[in-house]
């Protein structure tokens, strides 16, 4: 029996030192994990194609198409040198920044960003160190900055910075992320997350590097993206709640505000979304989650997340697999909770005025009805079951592609199980081969109710028009 999950919401795995060799991966992907990230931030190319190929042969084990997902650096701003090694930043003092290539001292820091002070005004906060110490800029020329500390601390040399309250005249796409975007492409990534978005106009850069078709996921690290959700989700394939820098650069307390903001955005439009950074943070070094996290995870599946995303807890910690296997177990856990389901129909968006629509919308109202045991899509390029899981069906959506890229896109999607099958040209042979594949895959069995979906003619990408309801026999 092929594997499949029976929980709606997936898992995005980081994969790392702690999770590179065959038996650790195919552990995490029994234990629930359904799409693996690949972070360029660490490791080689030659680490990331070592860990894609085992990921393939375990794709071509368990006939379950697997996701890759590709995240790219983005740019990264630091402090330069510091001619004494670190010094304190006190409470109240003004310091000077400026592009001086000369170690810095106690009353000036070299900052090697010329971009950096194009955008610098009064007002305009620096974050240093992850947002551990906070000043705020008083005055602002071209090359040099003085700023007023708001809360101080040890500085090292090279510690990270950031920039808020102004946007940034940098790419979102570094020398390093064209390297790695082409390998990636090269190496087979069936996602592509795009770091410090600060602007739609980022994601149509990517496209434009990308040469190609590319599935983008906009990850939302910046107060500007937040400020042009709307249009940032339309441009996005899918969108990442990067909550780490995220809640650096704004008040800790709106990251739950906004993290619902998104969901709904993204519900609304049919877009997948992911809530990331620090879900199970303790169990990069404990066997079990705090309550607190627990309670995280399970309020980002009951605000309709369609995954939920491991970093360092997969990648980096003690215990990878136990991650993986609890963060399951609270998904499934929430969705036997009847408020789940209460809670995902009262959230259901009003359907588009599109043929599309209101097919799937009929479909969420037949499994709401009827006891469908499962919703069949037959999909080209994917839209079909996007649209489909954008209802949020009872019933579990087994989604039918000729296009292998699509079923391990679909890997990300909440409720779709994705199978390869040949490109059929009648309704018979979608209705015949619907029937064979829900009871192989364990969906159904004779006697029970399916519901097909799909766009005729078939074979063309396209509009979701045909609804069918049928008995297996």
């Not at 794709?59 to 740019?75: F, K, M, N, S, Y």
């Not at 290539?101 to 906060?125: C, M, N």
């Not at 940098?170 to 390093?176: E, G, I, N, Q, Y």
């Not at 009827?370 to 959506?397: M, S």
Request: with cysteine.
């Amino acid at each position: 029996m092929p594997m499949r999950r029976t929980r709606h919401a997936k898992i995005v795995a980081t994969l790392g030192p702690a999770s590179s060799g065959p038996e650790m991966i195919r552990a995490l992907f029994k234990a629930g994990a359904d799409v693996f990230r690949f972070n360029f931030s660490h490791g080689s190319h030659q680490d990331h194609q070592k860990r894609y190929d085992i990921v393939r042969s375990i794709e071509q084990e368990t006939g379950r198409p697997i996701a890759v997902l590709a995240d790219l650096q983005g740019p990264k701003l630091r402090v330069g040198r510091l001619a004494e090694g670190p010094i304190t930043l006190e409470e109240g003092e003004r310091i000077r920044f400026d592009l001086d290539p000369a170690p810095g001292t106690s009353d000036r820091v070299p900052l090697p960003h010329p971009e950096v002070f194009a955008a610098l005004k009064p007002g305009v906060q620096l974050l240093i160190d992850d947002g551990k110490m906070r000043l705020e800029v008083e005055e602002a020329i071209k090359d040099s900055a003085v700023a007023r500390v708001l809360i101080g601390g040890p500085l090292s040399e090279r510690k990270g910075l950031s920039v808020v309250g102004a946007v940034l005249p940098v790419s979102a796409v570094t020398d390093k992320d064209r390297r790695d975007l082409a390998f990636a492409l090269e190496m087979g990534a069936d996602w592509i997350a795009l770091s410090f978005v600060q602007r739609p106009q980022d994601l149509d850069e990517l496209r434009e590097l990308a040469g190609r078709p590319v599935s983008v996921i906009t990850k939302l690290e910046k107060p500007s993206a937040v400020e042009q959700l709307e249009e940032v989700v339309a441009r996005s394939d899918a969108v990442m709640v990067a909550r780490g820098d995220l809640g650096v650069e704004m008040p800790p307390q709106k990251v739950p505000t906004i993290q619902r903001q998104v969901l709904r955005a993204c519900r609304r439009a049919g877009k997948p979304v992911i809530v990331a950074t620090q879900m199970l943070e303790s169990m990069i070094e404990a066997p079990t989650p705090t309550r607190a996290e627990a309670s995280d995870v399970a309020t980002a599946v009951y605000d309709g997340a369609d995954a939920v995303m491991l970093s360092a807890e997969s990648a980096a910690g003690r215990y990878p697999v136990e991650a993986v296997r609890i963060m399951s177990e609270i998904i499934a856990e929430v969705e036997r909770d009847p408020h789940y389901r209460k809670a995902t129909d009262a959230a259901h968006p009003e359907p588009e005025a599109t043929v599309s629509d209101v097919i799937c919308d009929a479909v969420r109202r037949s499994a709401a009805i009827l006891p469908i045991a499962a919703l069949v899509t037959y999909t080209a390029a994917g839209r079909t079951a996007l649209r489909a899981a954008r209802e949020r069906p009872a019933a579990p959506i087994l989604s039918l592609t000729p296009d292998l890229a699509t079923a391990r896109r679909l890997a990300l999607v909440w409720g779709t199980h994705a199978v390869q099958v040949q490109e059929f040209c009648r309704l018979s042979e979608i209705v015949d081969n619907a029937f064979a594949i829900v009871a192989h895959e364990g969906f159904a069995k004779p006697g029970d109710t399916i519901a097909i979906t799909g766009g005729m003619p078939f074979g063309i990408s396209g509009g979701t028009n045909l609804l069918r309801i049928a008995q297996v026999p």
